[in-house]
Every structure is written in C-alpha cells, then in structure tokens.
C-alpha cells in the first residue's frame, strides 16, 4: 500500500514482522490483513478498497498491512507466495485467505461469515 495507509489519520494499520504477533495475533477484534508489495498493481489498488472497508467497520473489524518485501520474516512464516494475499483471524486464529484482488463487496462477502459484517 502507498505510505499513506496506515499514517496518521488513516483507518489501516501498518503491521510489521516486529509487532505482527502483538497487533494481529493478540487483537479482541477480528483482523483483516493484507500482504502487499510497491511493485504489486493489483495491491496498490486495493488501498482505497481496505481504506473503505477500514473505515466503515471500524469497532466490527480491523484492517491492517504488511509490506512483504519489508517483513520477509513474517511473510515466510505464513507461507504467502502471491500478492495480494490477504489473511483473516479472529482470536489469533487464520480463519480466511484470499489470494488475488477483490471488489469491496466481494471481500466484504467473503469475509462476512467469520465477522459477522455485511456490505
């Protein structure tokens, strides 16, 4: 995602291997993160999709990004080989990946079983 997500001000959060555990794993909301990467164009325009997502479930759902070139270690750990990827857990537990660009209503359906959201 550009550098702006996840800044001051904006609904996702920037995750890296150091507080992955910590912001991800130990979090009481559900966490939706995506493993992304600068070169990846279909992560790119899936900002302002999260943005959105972020934004309209905040208190229901975290949103959260993970620079995969810059967090190799947590990128391995999890076995992600494709970008976008993006990892749902609830409790610290993997529940949903996806792998591959979404519409927001179509991550917000996929998605929705595990978080009890809707579009």
Excluded at 101 to 111: C, D, P
């Amino acid at each position: 995602m550009p550098a702006a997500i996840g800044s001051p001000g904006r609904a996702v959060a920037v995750v890296t291997d150091a507080d992955f555990a910590e912001v991800v794993l130990g979090s009481q909301l559900p966490v939706l993160v995506e493993f992304w990467a600068q070169w990846c164009g279909p992560c790119l325009m899936m900002a302002p999709v999260l943005e959105q997502i972020a934004l309209e479930h905040a208190g229901r759902l975290r949103v959260a990004s993970l620079n995969a070139d810059e967090n190799p270690v947590t990128t391995l750990q999890l076995a992600v080989l494709a970008m976008p990827t993006l990892q749902l857990y609830v409790a610290g537990k993997l529940r949903a990946q996806i792998v591959g660009a979404r519409s927001k209503s179509r991550l917000i359906r996929e998605v929705s079983d595990h978080v009890g959201i809707t579009a």
